[in-house]
């Protein structure tokens, strides 16, 4: 299913279920550019190669997990810790004016008074609540999971596993919406259906149960 726009038949598929878990970066909130300049100026100081590609499809991913991963494709040997408060002061700077993406901000403003509503984040809470306040969001946002939250982040399902708790619907009765294959992953692996955001699109990925 492809939701060119927001006709009501559109809509009709997306009713049943009880809650939405929406992803922020990239998906709910339009920070990936910030991001990446963000990614760029620490791959300057820091001195790796800034492959813009390859570091947006780790979007999802907190600072220090890209960071870890940057040290094993690079063979080099960042202090992680270091570098991602370096990253997260940057973007912190350069994110004065985030602005939601429309498509799903449409969603959110169709449903949110008929469905419990989350965010699952790979970014920190506090930033999350940043950025959910600044965009005058946060009455239709009841849970916040960030990465500081769980563990195992995603492609892992902990941050909606969570989030599905917290709000007390079941996961197969949850929705989620991402924009990266990480986040996918991590839906299904949640066992939930998710909405992926490519192109202003969103296409629908159901869990299918490995039989």
Request: glycine content about 6%; aromatic content about 8%; overall charge negative.
């Amino acid at each position: 299913m492809r939701l060119e726009s927001h006709g009501v038949v559109a809509l009709e598929n997306i009713q049943h279920y009880h809650a939405f878990i929406f992803d922020m970066d990239g998906t709910l909130l339009d920070t990936m550019p910030t991001h990446l300049q963000a990614w760029y100026e620490t791959a300057r100081v820091y001195g790796f190669p800034f492959d813009i590609d390859w570091v947006h499809s780790l979007g999802g991913m907190p600072s220090r997990k890209i960071l870890e991963q940057i040290n094993l494709r690079y063979d080099l040997s960042i202090d992680c810790d270091e570098a991602s408060e370096y990253k997260m002061d940057c973007f912190r700077k350069m994110s004065d004016n985030i602005q939601p993406i429309q498509i799903t901000l449409d969603i959110l403003n169709q449903f949110y008074r008929t469905k419990r509503i989350a965010i699952g984040t790979g970014s920190q809470s506090h930033s999350a609540e940043r950025l959910i306040r600044a965009s005058g969001l946060e009455d239709k946002i009841e849970v916040i999971v960030g990465a500081d939250h769980v563990e195992n982040h995603k492609p892992n399902p902990d941050t909606f596993l969570l989030a599905a708790e917290k709000l007390g619907v079941e996961a197969k009765n949850c929705l989620v919406f991402e924009d990266t294959e990480i986040g996918l992953k991590a839906a299904h692996s949640a066992g939930m259906d998710c909405m992926l955001l490519s192109e202003q699109q969103l296409q629908l990925f159901p869990y299918e149960i490995k039989k």
